[in-house]
């Protein structure tokens, strides 16, 4: 769902949308879509639960393909096997998605650093938003790319 925050920033928020049991009621926030240069689009990613809030600062090369990740799944409803994954360019926002009847959506965030040349990992944060497939994921895709395409 697509809304304005109360200093009218752009928020696309995401919740399950399906009547299985979660054991938490935790929602993933898109914030103030940006543009930073010409191809490159910065946004927040919040992961917001009763107990933890998580939030990260994101960069992708005009999304990085996720809204076409998101219509690929919307197109395969009647399932698909394993997992399939997309990643921001930094690879610090991650989603995995898996069809066991319904589409589980796990998010992933993560901190990452230079150790000398190499790329480490500070910490990790990651839930899973359940989908009814066909619609639900089409309209998730829809509002990822509305989102997207309001970076100023």
Request: no cysteine; hydrophobic share 40%; net charge negative.
């Amino acid at each position: 769902m697509i809304d304005t925050d109360e200093f009218g920033e752009l928020v696309l928020t995401i919740r399950s949308d399906t009547d299985s049991p979660q054991p938490t009621d935790v929602r993933i926030e898109l914030r103030a879509p940006r543009m930073f240069d010409t191809y490159a689009i910065d946004f927040e990613v919040r992961a917001v639960h009763p107990f933890a809030h998580v939030e990260l600062g994101v960069r992708t090369l005009g999304g990085d393909g996720l809204a076409d990740f998101l219509d690929a799944l919307a197109e395969d409803f009647h399932g698909w096997h394993g997992a399939r994954t997309w990643h921001s360019i930094d690879r610090e926002f991650m989603l995995s998605a898996e069809h066991h009847g319904y589409v589980h959506l796990r998010w992933g965030l993560a901190r990452r650093y230079l150790h000398g040349s190499l790329l480490a990992r500070e910490w990790l944060f990651e839930t899973t938003t359940l989908h009814a497939a066909g619609e639900s994921i089409r309209t998730l895709a829809t509002d990822m790319r509305t989102f997207l395409s309001a970076a100023s």
